[in-house]
């Protein structure tokens, strides 16, 4: 499913990735854990095609990643993507238009559970709220993997 094979990534002089092996199978909930600047977004990020290796290759599902990785892989960012000018309601039918693994159902469903209302801009919502939404949209794809 993923496969890091000789995985290096290096900024400068620094090498922050060196040599990374990696293979996981479908099905499986994996913690990346290590200190502060020990690589951790930096993996993440080449997984999800936002970096670019300096050696080693990236596989998900047998090809690199790109266009077709993104069909499986749901991300939440640090920073918000989100247009703000739009309504969570919004918001939910442009991902449910894009994605053809999203699950409007289950984002109407969280976003209530939540307490989240629907017809509220984004703009108008506090940071923790955006967050909210954003973890929102991701848990309601139906990707092989979650970052």
């Not at 002089?13 to 996981?24: F, P, S």
């Not at 790109?66 to 960012?77: A, C, M, Q, R």
């Not at 640090?78 to 703000?84: G, P, S, V």
């Not at 919502?125 to 991701?138: D, F, I, P, R, T």
């Amino acid at each position: 499913m993923l496969e890091c094979k000789n995985l290096c990534k290096q900024f400068d002089n620094k090498l922050i990735l060196d040599n990374i092996n990696l293979k996981l199978e479908k099905g499986k909930i994996i913690g990346l854990l290590g200190k502060n600047v020990s690589g951790k977004s930096t993996l993440i990020k080449l997984i999800n095609d936002l970096l670019t290796p300096t050696s080693g290759k990236v596989l998900i599902n047998g090809l690199k990643p790109g266009v077709e990785s993104k069909k499986v892989i749901s991300y939440l960012p640090e920073r918000t993507y989100l247009d703000n000018e739009l309504t969570v309601k919004e918001t939910v039918n442009y991902f449910s238009e894009f994605y053809d693994n999203f699950n409007s159902e289950k984002a109407y469903q969280l976003l209530n559970d939540l307490d989240l209302d629907i017809n509220q801009r984004l703009s108008k919502m506090s940071k923790g709220m955006k967050e909210k939404v954003q973890l929102v949209l991701v848990m309601s794809r139906m990707p092989n993997f979650i970052y």
